[in-house]
């Protein structure tokens, strides 16, 4: 071989091989929508597998010629299988009545990707001709996952997007207001954050079944609110008296997950917090647990697997906007008592925001505590503070709604998981001072 053949050749390398990714990218593409219509007889589908792969060359010969020719030779060729595509769609869904366009669309995707191909990101074409090929298998999965989903729980989930996706990327970083504690972003961020825990506690729930048992309610209704979760159940323990005992185990159960909760949200926010704080929430929340998992097991052979309707509602707008209001309201408090009233201040502020909510309260302080201003011990005990009012309301909830029956084993273990992270606390605080 010559020397200028053996350059030409060399040349001719990249190109050669740029094509076979786009011959690959149609491969993966067609084996899905061959495998799809395999029943079919030869000429009784729109395209297959070998339709696809040569779709997925043509698209990458037509690429290839951009740079004698532009953008026509590709433009030109997307046109025309546009045309042959419709024609076979009038005529197939006459025959048989399939109103679906997928295959059309995949066609015509397949030949931007090997276009993309043949411009030299092979990779990302083979990609998304991957990602493509699982869409389209998975076909009967997301049409059941549809009909599964609530029109509120879309709603929910649409809501959620437009925080997380539309509002929250354009949000300045940056304090304003008094002690420039108010961060747009990071008040945003926190409302996504617990806005998503309780869409995914809620979707965890409708995952277990309607006929589920109050341990998975307490556990998976800790992700959103062990509080609501709490009255809840001392609501149903009221109506069955009978199942008290067994609702004992959802709420221990729920205010274990709480400290979990608590957790992450403190490792989220303030990292270096939770190395003081991590093991306590974690060993309280475990302990909980046990003991939730463990009057469930007491009493579950003597009541059944007793049903109970789904209680956790899905978060709105509204209620994510409320709780925005209050963490910022929160995040000017916590400055605002430690410099007019000090630790004292800081401490009648957690105790009382922790009757009705933790969340608001942990994150304040712990960015409180980032920024500087606010000591270690400070901000752990007025977590703890804010913990142990949570728990004293949801205790008194238990007994004044539940009864004697619910409310008294409540606080027991409630007093046994304080015990272990109280103990668990101290023993940091002597590490950390030392």
Excluded at 118 to 143: E, F, I, M, S, Y
Excluded at 270 to 288: D, H, R
Aim: charged fraction near 10%; hydrophobic fraction near 60%.
């Amino acid at each position: 071989m010559s020397t200028s053949a053996s350059s030409i050749a060399l040349a001719s390398l990249p190109t050669a091989l740029n094509l076979v990714g786009a011959l690959a990218a149609g491969l993966v593409i067609g084996l899905e929508r061959g495998w799809r219509d395999r029943e079919l007889t030869d000429g009784g589908r729109v395209a297959g597998l070998r339709t696809f792969a040569l779709a997925g060359l043509f698209g990458g010969l037509l690429a290839s010629l951009s740079a004698e020719f532009g953008a026509w030779p590709l433009l030109a060729g997307i046109i025309g299988v546009s045309i042959l595509l419709a024609v076979s769609y009038r005529q197939a869904s006459a025959s048989s009545g399939d109103l679906s366009i997928t295959t059309a669309l995949a066609m015509l995707l397949t030949i931007a990707l090997g276009a993309m191909a043949a411009r030299g990101a092979v990779a990302l074409a083979l990609a998304c001709a991957v990602v493509v090929a699982v869409l389209l298998n998975l076909k009967p999965t997301l049409h059941r996952w549809l009909r599964l989903i609530e029109h509120r729980e879309l709603t929910a989930g649409l809501q959620l997007m437009v925080l997380s996706v539309v509002i929250l990327p354009n949000l300045p970083d940056a304090g304003f207001g008094p002690y420039q504690a108010l961060n747009p972003y990071k008040l945003w961020w926190a409302v996504v954050l617990i806005a998503g825990l309780s869409l995914a506690g809620h979707f965890a729930m409708r995952v277990t079944g309607p006929r589920r048992g109050m341990l998975w309610t307490g556990v998976l209704g800790g992700l959103a609110s062990s509080t609501a979760t709490t009255l809840a159940l001392s609501r149903y323990a009221r109506l069955n008296p009978a199942l008290a005992g067994v609702a004992v185990s959802g709420a221990l159960a729920a205010c274990g997950v709480m400290f979990f909760r608590m957790a992450v949200l403190v490792a989220l926010v303030q990292p270096a917090l939770l190395a003081a704080m991590g093991v306590p929430l974690v060993l309280t929340g475990g302990t909980l647990l046990v003991l939730g998992l463990w009057h469930w097991r007491q009493l579950s052979k003597a009541t059944g697997d007793q049903p109970i309707e789904p209680m956790m509602s899905t978060f709105d707008l509204g209620t994510a906007l409320g709780f925005g209001a209050y963490l910022a309201a929160m995040a000017v408090l916590a400055p605002a008592a430690m410099q007019w009233l000090g630790s004292g201040g800081v401490y009648a502020l957690a105790s009382l925001s922790g009757l009705a909510d933790v969340d608001a309260i942990v994150i304040s302080l712990a960015r409180l505590h980032g920024d500087g201003g606010l000591p270690l011990v400070t901000a752990i005990a007025a977590i703890c503070l804010a913990t142990l009012a949570n728990m004293v309301s949801k205790g008194a909830m238990a007994w004044i709604t539940g009864g004697q029956a619910m409310g008294a084993p409540v606080i027991k273990g409630y007093a046994v998981g304080m015990a272990v992270g109280v103990s668990a606390a101290a023993a940091m605080l002597l590490l950390v001072g030392a």
